[in-house]
């Protein structure tokens, strides 16, 4: 609440949709059933006048925040094998210890299913064609093609727990201008599916210490001058000069190369002999 009212001073409008560590209960036990608490963020969002559900903005922009939830079955590319020491996802995230969901299986798409139902608010067309931009963003990412493949991942199982099918789906069928995304903290812009998709992450402290390259848009660090991503007058603006992004301009996607991982990412690890 009190980093949301401080942004209302600052900005005229702010927009936000909770991210998995908003969710987390303090410890490893989650007591606090996850729909409650989102649903009591939503409504505190409401109370301060921060935007949670699609708005149009002076009748010239279309903001369009789109709740979403992570599941393995997201990830339709291929593991890595030949190496042993990769920690299985379901040990790797916190979500699935510091999150109750209840009766639902989050090991499955169904938490990703239910929430993605939050998105169908009254008089809001998910398949609308307008005139005006329409900038629409998630904390999870809806293409898988928005992570690095696995072989260059410090945690070569994280795309498992990023992204959701049910968020894809939406943003695909809402064909957004430009879609924001967060949670895996590498800054990105590139076009997927005709949908132009930008990250710039704010990052904790040690990942702006230890590899700022790969959280860089435009050569700017996100904490020290947010990303401006449209302008009355101008429109969207250039494409961003993103490592990651870049590096997939200039080279094939090939993820069924499961055993050749990066060398910073080998040394993490042993090879299966």
Known sequence: RETLVEAKKGFRHVAYVPGNHDLWDDTDD??????????????????????TKPTCID????????????HISWDEEPDITGWSGIVDVKRLMADYRRCNWGTMDQFTDEV???????????GFDW?????????????????????????????????????SVPLKNRILRLAPGLHLFGHTHFGWDSTVHNIRCVQSPL???????????????NDTLAYTKPALL?????????????WWSQFYRENPRTPENTTDLAPYVAERYTREM
């Open 30 to 51: 989650a007591k606090e059933p996850t729909m409650e608490k989102l649903t009591k963020i939503l409504a505190m969002c409401e109370e301060i006048g921060v935007i």
């Open 59 to 70: 009748s010239k922009v279309w903001i369009v925040p789109t709740l979403g939830w992570h």
């Open 230 to 242: 449209w302008t009355e007058d101008e429109g969207f603006v250039p494409q961003f000069d993103c």
């Open 112 to 122: 990703a299913a239910h929430v993605d139902k939050l998105n169908d608010v009254p």
């Open 203 to 217: 990052a904790y402290p040690y990942e702006r210490e230890t590899r700022p390259r790969s959280l860089k848009t």
């Open 127 to 163: 398949d609308m064609r307008t005139d005006l931009p329409v900038i629409s963003f998630s904390h999870f990412l809806p293409f898988q093609e928005l992570c690095p493949e696995k072989r260059f991942l410090y945690h070569p199982n994280l795309p498992k727990a990023v992204g």
